[in-house]
């Protein structure tokens, strides 16, 4: 079993910046796939950035160059700098778990087992 607990959202002006983090339980952190996804209010859940055990990552096309997923292993932590902010980026952000061992990456929420609570991320024009 996997806890998984997000913090770092807030109210930001577009063009500023947030990190985001994700806190994770259980020891066998540096074996998973985790990924960020995202919500908006009438929305589909939508992944933004994935990166795998061997910190491969993996963006969607909308925050490439303007989003960065890190994991720190000894921490059991991953993150996710958000810089340049549009209001098109508002959402509640999730953090998830994927036990596939493979280094590809997974893009829709069937893969993930395990999610965060979510941390709402506004960016006001």
């Known amino acids: 079993q996997v806890q998984l607990v997000e913090s770092g959202g807030g109210l930001v002006q577009a063009g500023g910046s947030l990190r985001l983090s994700c806190a994770a339980s259980?020891?066998?952190?540096?074996?998973?796939?985790m990924a960020w996804f995202r919500q908006a209010p009438g929305k589909e859940r939508e992944f933004v950035a994935g990166?795998?055990?061997?910190?491969?990552?993996y963006y969607v096309d909308s925050v490439k160059g303007r989003f960065t997923t890190s994991r720190d292993n000894a921490k059991s932590t991953l993150y996710l700098q958000m810089n340049s902010l549009k209001p098109e980026d508002t959402a509640v952000y999730y953090c998830?778990?994927?036990?596939?061992?493979?280094?590809?990456?997974?893009?829709?929420?069937?893969?993930?087992?395990?999610w965060g609570q979510g941390t709402q991320v506004t960016v006001s024009s």
């Open positions: 259980g020891r066998t952190f540096s074996t998973y796939t």
């Open positions: 998830a778990a994927s036990t596939h061992y493979s280094t590809g990456f997974y893009v829709t929420t069937s893969e993930y087992a395990y």
């Open positions: 990166i795998n055990r061997i910190a491969g990552t």
